[in-house]
T-cell receptor, first 113, second 113 residues
Framework: NAGVMQNPRHLVRRRGQEARLRCSPMKGHSHVYWYRQLPEEGLKFMVYLQKENIIDESGMPKERFSAEFPKEGPSILRIQQVVRGDSAAYFC???????????FGPGTRLLVL | LAKTTQPISMDSYEGQEVNITCSHNNIATNDYITWYQQFPSQGPRFIIQGYKTKVTNEVASLFIPADRKSSTLSLPRVSLSDTAVYYCLVGDMFSGGYNKLIFGAGTRLAVHP
């Protein structure tokens, strides 16, 4: 029973480039959540998606950040024109439709040079 | 979502029992209490969840008093590998909606030989 998968595990980008982070939820899970974690801090909610729908993006920065969860394939968190402040660990979690416990992936560590 | 308060850090020794208490004075009737564990460079891992009284699984026990304004995570006979950050969260887990988890700073548990 594979867990939540995220790739890449580490991503290095220069300022101004785009970063694409992928998340494959656990089998049978149709809810995906993205969180960001800065060093020595707790995780901060960014966005909640179901297949082909963004349900809550209240934690997403207004500009440069977008997320999708297409009918087929992984969920994508996209950061355009990255800046050094975007350097963080980005975690994806998934949950089944009824029971809401979230299961987290290993994260993608983004470093912006 | 109810705010939680837990100690910033704790120290213990191998073989001891560790109890981490979390305060959630404003917990709502429908809220459940969930604990996650996070190792460095990994995503949070679900440990245990409960609503009232006592819950036990193969990893830990969760004690919740009648007023539910606090809860205690109990780790029996800790080992060095239990060194991690432990997060206490409360939220409505089974409403059929969703739950954007709000993480605090957590409790950093250091287990010493």
């Amino acid at each position: 029973n594979a867990g939540v998968m995220q790739n890449p595990r580490h991503l290095v980008r220069r300022r101004g480039q785009e970063a694409r982070l992928r998340c494959s939820p656990m089998k049978g899970h149709s809810h995906v959540y993205w969180y960001r974690q800065l060093p020595e801090e707790g995780l901060k909610f960014m966005v909640y998606l179901q297949k082909e729908n963004i349900i809550d993006e209240s934690g997403m920065p207004k500009e440069r950040f977008s997320a999708e969860f297409p009918k087929e394939g992984p969920s994508i968190l996209r950061i355009q024109q990255v800046v050094r402040g975007d350097s963080a660990a980005y975690f994806c979690a998934s949950s089944p439709p009824i029971q809401e416990t979230q299961y987290f992936g290993p994260g993608t560590r983004l470093l912006v040079l | 979502l109810a705010k939680t308060t837990q100690p910033i850090s704790m120290d213990s020794y191998e073989g001891q029992e560790v109890n981490i208490t979390c305060s959630h004075n404003n917990i709502a009737t429908n809220d459940y209490i969930t604990w996650y564990q996070q190792f460095p460079s990994q995503g949070p891992r679900f440990i245990i969840q409960g609503y009232k009284t006592k819950v036990t699984n193969e990893v830990a026990s969760l004690f919740i008093p009648a007023d539910r304004k606090s809860s205690t995570l109990s780790l029996p006979r800790v080992s060095l590998s239990d060194t991690a950050v432990y997060y206490c969260l409360v939220g409505d887990m089974f409403s059929g909606g969703y739950n954007k988890l709000i993480f605090g700073a957590g409790t950093r548990l250091a287990v010493h030989p």
